[in-house]
């Protein structure tokens, strides 16, 4: 519409320079009848008119050009004679629905993107995961490594005094740690492999059962802490060193025994919005409301 718009206007621009050209030639026959200089002074203003006229139309033509229907995937169809009607109502549907169509195609475009990634994207679902959610347990054998490794991992060479593991599979081969922090709180860390796939946490009060891993603490503060803990597990993923991510995934969850002791590195405040500080900093592990860690 802007483009047809714009070329409404040259056209009148051109007409109104060519009605002005002729009434300058009409009140100019007097003017060839005097001296000289009168003629010399008419035939170059005309020619003046006359070229400005010719710049003027080939501005026309090439807005007109510019001018194209619609085609590929915008192409309407028999809508595209709803831009003819006489009515503003009817003219705007056009547009609205051009616009609807473009909007339509950028959706696909980017749906087919987003796909091609996902497809390339290692973080997936295990079957346990997925079927645990539809309430019944699938198995696979996907980065599966020995689960003496699992165990070695996460009873010797992981180590923090304030913090017991327990590893437990109910789910056949993989494993499912629970890490019980100080008197503070609870996480089931839910492995695929080592990879680490999801992560509950719950008060230090709060029952964490095994068939019931995926239902959140009845506490604010610890589901808000549970988010926090799936931003740091996408941080810390690493396919290609497993054991150095998991590692330092549970030195970052393990800052959080002292969760409601220290306060807020920023506002040096220990409750806000009634919450302690419930996040904790990627690298130095020091303690943040949600609202400063930004600020």
């Given at each position: 519409m802007e483009k047809l718009n714009a070329t409404l206007n040259a056209v009148k621009s051109l007409r109104s320079s060519v009605r002005q050209c002729f009434e300058?030639?009409?009140?100019?026959?007097?003017?060839?009848?005097?001296?000289?200089?009168?003629?010399?002074?008419?035939?170059?203003?005309?020619?003046?008119?006359?070229?400005?006229?010719?710049?003027?139309?080939?501005?026309?033509?090439?807005?007109?050009?510019?001018?194209?229907?619609?085609?590929g995937p915008y192409y309407l169809g028999n809508t595209t004679y709803l831009a003819q009607e006489i009515t503003q109502d009817r003219q705007a549907m056009y547009s609205q629905l051009v616009s609807s169509y473009k909007w339509i195609d950028k959706v696909h475009e980017h749906s087919l993107l987003a796909f091609n990634n996902l497809n390339l994207n290692n973080l997936r679902r295990s079957y346990t995961y997925c079927s645990q959610k539809r309430g019944r347990v699938q198995y696979t054998s996907c980065n599966n490594p020995d689960p003496e490794f699992i165990d070695n991992?996460?009873?010797?060479?992981?180590?923090?005094?304030?913090?017991?593991?327990?590893?437990?599979?109910?789910?056949?081969?993989?494993?499912?740690?629970?890490?019980?922090?100080?008197?503070?709180?609870?996480?089931?860390?839910?492995?695929?492999?080592?990879?680490?796939?999801?992560?509950?946490?719950?008060?230090?009060?709060?029952?964490?059962?095994?068939?019931?891993?995926?239902?959140?603490?009845?506490y604010e503060v610890f589901r808000k802490v549970q988010e926090h803990t799936h931003s740091a597990m996408l941080h810390f993923f690493s396919p290609t060193q497993p054991e150095l991510a998991v590692k330092s995934y549970m030195t970052w969850l393990n800052s959080y025994s002292k969760l409601f002791l220290e306060p807020c590195k920023r506002c040096a405040k220990y409750v806000s919005n009634g919450l302690p500080p419930t996040w904790r900093d990627l690298r130095t592990l020091e303690p943040f409301h949600e609202e400063c860690k930004n600020c």
């Open positions: 300058q030639l009409a009140d100019g026959t007097a003017a060839t009848e005097q001296s000289e200089d009168s003629r010399t002074k008419f035939l170059v203003e005309f020619q003046e008119n006359y070229s400005h006229i010719n710049q003027q139309l080939r501005e026309v033509e090439t807005l007109i050009n510019g001018l194209q229907p619609p085609l991992l996460f009873y010797n060479d992981i180590s923090h005094t304030n913090t017991i593991y327990k590893v437990c599979r109910p789910f056949s081969s993989n494993a499912v740690v629970i890490a019980t922090i100080s008197h503070v709180l609870k996480a089931a860390i839910i492995c695929k492999g080592v990879l680490i796939e999801w992560v509950t946490v719950k008060g230090y009060d709060e029952p964490m059962e095994i068939d019931d891993l995926w239902t959140e603490s009845r």
